[in-house]
T-cell receptor
Framework: NAGVTQTPKFRILKIGQSMTLQCAQD?????MYWYRQDPGMGLKLIYY???????DKGEVPNGYNVSRSTTEDFPLRLELAAPSQTSVYFC???????????????FGPGTRLTVT | QKEVEQNSGPLSVPEGAIASLNCTYS??????FFWYRQYSGKSPELIMS????GDKEDGRFTAQLNKASQYVSLLIRDSQPSDSATYLC???????????FGKGTRLHILP
């Protein structure tokens, strides 16, 4: 199993450009999450999904959009990139199956994004 | 009031000693609590989860939960230099499926 994969690993965007960060998992997990992590800070939840076709906002959703058309994929779209979106983006998944391990998250390697 | 609070550190602990990491949370109804370890430049990895009051041990790690005090801690026994990392406390929200993270505590094990 590859676990949670993210592409690209690094990206530099100009202000106003758009891009999509890809995230995929092969663990048949129901729940998927997008976080951003600024230097020296914890993780801030952007969006999450509890299943295909279902998404919900996290703490910092402004400037981002998501979709979940399949169980495996959860892309994050940045529209009109701004310097404030410079960060490391992590995708995570958890089983979402009833039980004590439902919310134990597995993280992808991250995407380091710079907006200049 | 911040939802999940941790002392940012750095916390310096001699090799072989016990490292104690603390976390408080504001959502009184939360039921699921997690500790993640994050090495510099890497993604977080789960080291412990705890759901009931009391202690839970896994090797050198012990998680402690006190729901009445809204407090969760992580003890690392026989600390090793390889334990030097940032430790993130995470709490599942009571009313939805969000997982909220603290800012993390940087731990430095002194050889």
């Amino acid at each position: 199993n590859a676990g949670v994969t993210q592409t690209p690993k690094f990206r530099i965007l100009k202000i106003g450009q758009s891009m999509t960060l890809q995230c995929a998992q092969d663990m048949n997990h129901n729940y998927m999450y997008w976080y951003r992590q600024d230097p020296g800070m914890g993780l801030k939840l952007i969006y999450y999904s509890v299943g295909a076709g279902i998404t919900d906002k996290g703490e910092v959703p402004n400037g981002y959009n998501v979709s979940r058309s399949t169980t495996e994929d959860f892309p994050l779209r940045l529209e009109l990139a701004a310097p404030s979106q410079t960060s490391v983006y992590f995708c995570a998944s958890s089983s979402g199956v009833a039980g004590v391990s439902s919310y134990e998250q597995y993280f992808g390697p991250g995407t380091r994004l710079t907006v200049t | 009031q911040k939802e999940v609070e941790q002392n940012s550190g750095p916390l310096s602990v001699p090799e072989g000693a016990i490292a104690s990491l603390n976390c408080t949370y504001s959502d009184r109804g939360s039921q699921s609590f997690f500790w993640y370890r994050q090495y510099s430049g890497k993604s977080p990895e789960l080291i412990m989860s705890i759901y009931s009051n009391g202690d839970k041990e896994d090797g050198r790690f012990t998680a402690q939960l006190n729901k009445a005090s809204q407090y969760v801690s992580l003890l690392i026994r026989d600390s090793q230099p390889s334990d030097s990392a940032t430790y993130l406390c995470a709490v599942k929200a009571n009313r939805d499926d969000k997982i909220i993270f603290g800012k993390g505590t940087r731990l430095h094990i002194l050889p």
